[in-house]
């Protein structure tokens, strides 16, 4: 049985550090709060032939492990056979203790042949490892095994020769293969006397039964560390061979001429002397094409909450004539989620290609409020093209009435072409991301661009009952991808071109394109699509489904500290949860939206750390009241936009880029390390000092998708690392992403998603939710964009604005001061009216949204033998009728007609009611 890889995130590097092109996946997430999969291994025979094992791991100990699993692919990793326990590796007992036996598979391109080396370990119950000897023998020894490639397993398990005395012996780390076929295999050891542990790597060749050792090198010891040296990994690289090696204190660097005798070992170090900053964990060699890094865990000003700051991993480029590492280099390649990620292996795949494989070791219990979820990270590196080859394939269309999912190889690629014919029969309406609605055209030329920051590679073809007639998704979500549609009028088809880069910051790996042509509805075949995407789900807060105020229609940057205290205890008295702190708070002009000010409106943004001491004289106070009051405090921010009048703007160079200023800003690059590593900083400490509990993170759709100059991996690497960075201090926090941005790719990344801006409109609002829902699904908190209306408006059109918001979390931008008290009374009427019927429905219902004549028919949300329907046509209103017979119905009515509900009962227009309807 194959189970698809779960595809959590591409990473890829920045500019500096292009020479190495990586993807990775997040296999068999999920874990019971007992055991948890633990210390993973990995092997390929470089032709696309890998196993991967894993243990188990009683939360309630420490280093408590039993048994192990193992899984098999054939298709370069790609694909993974279902885990299964291997039946040699249960538990024995010996000597009255029992043994738990763990090994890494290995494959010997010389022999052609696999096998396995490990450990042994003795348990006097289960609370931690024995660790004296029993009976005079050492309680901790080395293990080798057979493995069967076939059967994907290992047996056979007996112990391997260690030509030096003592108590406990642990083949560990990389290893290297000779050219006759012998291994040089790295160990660390407690001598039979002494306390402290010391590593040597040893000789072995193949014998009749089989490793057996020919050569001991000489122990690397240093007494001056508590424990000892542990943990090496060996490489030979240029001609010489490397120890990387563990101590309580640093990680250490020895060197050798024979793989042997190693010189004294020195810490781990940057260029300039520098400590990397490890400590207490491993580290081991990546190889990738004629360079060589290292990856390794180290302190970082957001990871103190993980467990000896074993997470992220890093990765970063060794300097063998200066025997350092290049911190202009580094990268992470495996995401911090709050669980520690110290325990991982590299081993070697195709020629020039590298494997990591780590797991999410979920100790102490508690870790995965950040988002870990006992994930085992598969990560594999290689060199990038850097002759950026570009691929063109062209694909046959399905049968009509069928569906395919085609997977497209890149080949180390940075550039895919796809072709393929659309019939044109039975179309008369069509739909892509950027559109609130379907066009009601046979669109001659459209182009759909997407990236990760922005939208999503989909575009539907259907008829004027909704009916899907073909659609094409490509699941490269993560780079930037162009669609193409034209019509050829003499073969009657439109031609679909699909072009998917990812530029210079890596190659592309394996994605599929889907061919739908069912007679489904063409919403139906974008859920059957989304869903096959198998992105990771976000962990949604309570909060993330309550009410919210935000004071930007209301005031825009004409804000100061009391207004914002008067305005919150009258939003919180009306029954709202948060309160968002739009823009205008980080700097001391005070003004408001017009024509004029629009033209240099953000030219003092670019400063997150602190608010304006001219509207805000007494932050800390101001909080206090705040936090007083029983709202979430969250703020705007935008960390693209560099204001012309801000420190940054002259500081960063945007001065002398020569980009024309719109609106007063300039857009900085999600590769300019340096800048964008300020920004996190600050908002970094914004959250921290300022005591915050989320922010609006704002415009990141503006790095426009461009198939011609990518930076969609540039852009979500980026965002990534920042959301893990502000979760790091707030794992509940509340983070709020706009419409452009909120797509399948960005579920796991924020806790909540807003409509696009509609000031004075609750129709268009409608269509935002709308939009959001049939792209993300459900479960997801969707919010309206502030509700805003005229002075002017009609008392039906106010209560439309409220209706139209119940599609999402409601959201207000009113000035609450001065609001008449027959308005207030309606605000209090609505957000009630969502917290008693609707809110339920938000975080549990199932909705269809109903598409017509080129608007919304109808939405209409399912939970249990409940339904709720939002009404935006009345001719709609007869075809839900059956679906809400006999079930307890929340209808409401957006329509301008008074509603037959039956049995005389009537809904006015702009109004609602619970009932049940026979």
Known sequence: MKTLAFVAALAVSCASWAEVAFDRTALWPGFDGKWCKI????????????????????????????????????????????????????????RGLRVARYVNVHYSAFHGKWYATGIASMYDGDARPFQKYVDGKPYGYSVQGDVDITSGMVSNFRPLPFPFEYQNAVRFGQMVECDNGDVLLPFYFKPAS???YAAVVVRYHFGKDGLE?????????????????????????????????????????????????????????????????????????????????????RVTPTNGHVFRNRAPIFLAEFDPAKRCLLRETEQAIVPERGARLGNFVVAPAAPGESW????????????????????????????????????????????????????????????????????????????????????????????????????????????????????????????????????????????????????????????????????????????????????PKGIYPDGAWKPVYCSWYARHAAIEQAWVERTAAIASDLGFKTFILDDGWSYDEAKRVNPETIKTWYRDTGRWDAFSQVKFPDFKAHRKRMRALGLNYVVWVSPYFVGTRSEAYAKYGFDKKGDKPFEGNVLADPADRAFMDSVDDQLVRLMKESDLDGLKIDFLDYIPPSVEKPRGA??????????????????????????????????????????GDVPFEWLPNLLGIAQIRVTMGDGVPIHSDPIFWAATETPDNVNRHFLAAMAGVPMLSMDLEKLSENERAVVRRWIDFYAAHVEKFQRKGHWRVAYRNGGISHLLAALGDERLAIVNDADAFGRILPELKGRKSVVLNLTYETLDLGGGLKLAPADAMTIVLK
């Open 356 to 535: 990591l494989v780590t797991a999410e070791w979920m100790q102490p219990l508690g870790c995965e409020k950040y988002g870990s979820d006992n994930s085992i990270w598969l990560v594999r590196m290689r060199p990038r093209n850097v002759a950026a080859d570009k691929r063109d394939l062209r694909l046959e269309a399905p049968a009509a009435g069928s569906r395919k999912i085609e997977t497209i190889d890149p080949k180390g690629a940075d550039r895919v072409v796809v072709h393929v014919d659309v019939p044109a029969c039975d179309v008369q309406e069509m739909w892509m991301p950027s559109w609130l609605v379907p066009r009601q055209e046979r669109k001659w030329w459209l182009s759909a661009e997407s990236a990760p920051q922005l939208d999503m590679p989909y575009v539907a073809y259907f008829n004027v009952t909704g009916r899907n007639a073909f659609s094409i998704g490509s699941a490269s979500l993560e780079w930037d991808t162009k669609i193409d549609s034209k019509i050829n009028q003499e073969k009657g088809v439109w031609e679909v071109t699909i072009t998917v880069a990812a530029g210079p910051e890596g190659t592309l790996r394996p994605f599929d394109v889907t061919l739908d042509r069912r007679a489904v509805g063409w919403t139906d075949a974008l859920d059957d699509w989304r869903k096959s995407l198998a992105y």
């Open 213 to 297: 050792p020919v050569a001991a090198g000489t122990p690397v010891a240093d007494e001056s560390h508590a424990r000892g040296i542990c943990e090496p990994s060996l490489v030979t690289f240029r001609g010489k061979y490397y120890l990387t090696l563990r101590t309580d204190e640093c990680g250490l660097l020895a060197e050798s001429d024979d793989g042997l005798v190693f010189g004294k070992p020195i810490p781990w170090a940057w260029a300039d002397g520098t400590p990397i900053g490890n400590a207490n964990t491993q580290q081991h060699w990546v190889p990738v094409g004629d360079r060589l890094y290292l990856a390794y865990t």
């Open 714 to 755: 540039a852009s979500l690497a980026y965002v990534e690392g920042l959301m893990a960075k502000l979760r790091a201090v707030k794992p509940d926090g509340l983070f709020e992403f706009r419409s452009g941005y909120a797509t399948p790719i960005t579920a796991h990344l924020a806790t909540q998603f807003r409509a």
């Open 194 to 196: 002494g306390d402290k």
């Open 39 to 94: 210390q993973p291994s990995v092997a390929t025979d470089g032709k696309g032939v890998g196993l991967m094992t894993y243990q188990h791991l009683l939360l309630s100990g420490i280093d408590v492990f039993s048994g192990q699993h193992i899984s098999k692919t054939t298709d370069g990793g790609r694909t993974w056979s279902a885990p299964v326990l291997i039946p040699d590796s249960k538990d024995v007992v010996e």
